[in-house]
């Protein structure tokens, strides 16, 4: 039952009420009371939704008081201006979450009119409304926030790349399950020179090239920064033995994380937002520089950032083709925000 | 066959956001369609005598959300969702006499014991039932199982919840698909949170 007791309206004179972190948006608030209302308090924040796979989180800001103690007669209009300033995070409508940023009215009535508000809920049985009156009376208009113009800048310290796949711990345990399987199956001790035999052909097919692989080459030192064109800059600093590879392919990503911890268990996604092209180089130099563009501003994505169980991060991967035909792959985050913005404060 | 199937027919709602993930508690008040023993554990919380009320069953069958909204109902009573990060209680928790936990795994057997004799009454959710420690604590104890999902109550959720993410409230009856319903069913059984996975994945704004 919409205006029963008090309509509100929110009117922004920027007709899509889009802005900018630090950006002022101005509009008008404007009441019109259906009964006589006693206000104890009036006023209007700006409140962000994080909704998707994880419990809503919410932010306020902005928060106003613009009446107290006032009784708002019936049949009157009232107007007040309102100003609201645009913050971080931006909107931003992702895979397991959502940012929704709305300007949403506040108001605590007293005396006999929390009463009577509270007693025509009752009566049309609205009994969970009826707990709290005053929300009843609240409203909202939706908002949207950019997210700034500025040029993305990486943090530039040396970092390594590790090698991704198996560790040696989960290795055995996949040596052992599979040799206990066999002993099972070939009926030990019968068939032992049939077990030992499926366990050499083990050895070599999963654990001796990972040590070979991990033996070539098990570390890459790499530096990311921003070019003079507002660029991303990868540059790898191969080992020696660099002979042995043959091709080098490079790829960064950018990976929405939410934990789940609604109920009894947890549940982690991660989900890419954004992937770049991928750049190979066939037998690299010592030193060797891949420059990616940054993913377009317009495009919905996100800088190193964290609130709650959400974050974005961004993601270097690594191909490393031997020349034997072998292949080993490496990921490493990288931190990437964007110039004069606080965006983890 | 589940995919690329919407759970409801009406094709003019607008919506404020995807209804099949988190909730605000205010939502889960209009949301929740409690389990038949939700009155008997409510008496429970409101008698004098002391009790574990534990909330048992396996992942995703609505233990945390049963929890949660019987706080509500509890307002000045403390409810603590633990999790890996997060399972100490504060010092002040202690003052208390009843006080609601979700996920009492993450606490050591001492710190669970040490719970159960301190308070009057706790009301637990867990994923296997704790009658041992219990017993070892001496404490009475009672038990609600989860299991099990009435089509009817998982249609009615799911109405709950397209109605409470629109962006302006309908009159109109919210048409839900039966026949995906049923196969949800079939294909999850009474994982309740499954389903609403599934959906929140395949739902096209």
């Not at chain 1, 019936?74 to 609201?84: A, F, L, M, N, Q």
Request: net charge positive.
């Amino acid at each position: 039952m919409p205006h029963r007791f008090l309509e509100t309206q929110i009117v922004f004179s920027n007709q899509n009420s889009t802005l900018f972190p630090g950006e002022v948006g101005k509009g008008e608030l404007i009441l019109k009371p259906k009964i006589d209302l006693e206000v104890h308090l009036f006023g209007y924040h700006v409140a962000m939704e994080g909704r998707g796979q994880t419990a809503v989180i919410t932010k306020l800001n902005n928060e106003t008081v613009l009446i107290k103690n006032v009784k708002l007669l019936k049949g009157e209009t009232y107007r007040y201006d309102v100003e609201i300033v645009g913050v971080l995070p931006p909107t931003y409508a992702g895979e397991n979450i959502s940012f929704y940023w709305r300007v949403e009215t506040f108001i605590e009535l007293q005396g006999k009119s929390y009463d009577q508000v509270r007693n025509s809920l009752l009566k049309k049985f609205k009994l969970l409304a009826a707990i709290n009156p005053n929300k009843k009376l609240s409203t909202f208009k939706s908002v949207y926030f950019k997210a700034p113009d500025t040029p993305y800048s990486v943090n530039s310290i040396p970092l390594s790349l590790n090698q991704t796949g198996f560790s040696p711990l989960s290795i055995g345990l996949v040596f052992m399950i599979f040799f206990f399987l066999a002993c099972g199956l070939l009926d030990y001790p019968a068939n032992l020179g049939a077990i030992i035999l499926f366990a050499i052909v083990l050895l070599f097919a999963f654990v001796i090239p990972h040590y070979y692989k991990a033996r070539l080459l098990d570390k890459i030192e790499f530096v990311a920064n921003t070019t003079e064109n507002n660029q991303l800059s990868l540059n790898f600093i191969l080992p020696d033995n660099r002979k042995k590879i043959s091709k080098l392919k490079v790829q960064y990503k950018i990976v929405e994380k939410v934990i789940d911890d609604r109920g009894t268990s947890s549940y982690t996604y991660h989900h890419p937002i954004y992937r770049s092209a991928t750049k190979e180089k066939r037998t690299p130099q010592k030193n060797t520089e891949f420059i990616f563009d940054f993913p377009d501003k317009n495009t919905n994505t996100m800088v190193s950032f964290q609130i709650g169980d959400i974050s974005f991060y961004w993601e270097v991967n690594v191909i490393i083709e031997f020349d034997y035909g072998g292949e080993s792959t490496f990921a490493q985050k990288i931190f990437v925000e964007q110039k004069d913005v606080n965006w983890n404060p | 066959m589940l995919n690329n199937q919407s759970i409801f027919f009406n094709n003019n709602l607008t919506f404020r956001f995807n209804p099949f993930g988190g909730i605000t508690p205010e939502e889960l008040n209009q949301i929740i369609v409690p389990k038949s023993f939700f009155s008997k554990i409510k008496n429970l919380i409101e008698s004098p005598t002391p009790i574990i009320i534990e909330l048992v069953g396996k992942k995703g069958r609505g233990k945390t959300t049963h929890l949660t909204f019987l706080q509500q109902l509890f307002p000045h009573l403390p409810i603590v969702h633990l999790t890996k990060n997060n399972n100490t209680l504060t010092d002040n928790l202690f003052t208390e006499k009843i006080i609601f936990l979700d996920s009492i795994h993450h606490l050591s057997f001492q710190k669970r014991i040490q719970i159960y004799r301190h308070f009057d009454k706790v009301i637990l959710t867990t994923h296997q039932t704790r009658i041992l420690e219990y017993k070892w604590a001496r404490q009475k104890h009672t038990n609600f199982y989860f299991r099990g999902l009435k089509k009817e109550d998982l249609q009615q959720v799911i109405e709950n919840r397209i109605q409470s993410a629109l962006l302006h409230p309908t009159k109109e009856k919210i048409e839900i698909n039966e026949a995906y319903l049923s196969q949800l069913i079939l294909t999850f059984k009474d994982n309740f949170r499954g389903i609403l996975n599934h959906l929140y994945e395949n739902f096209k704004h």
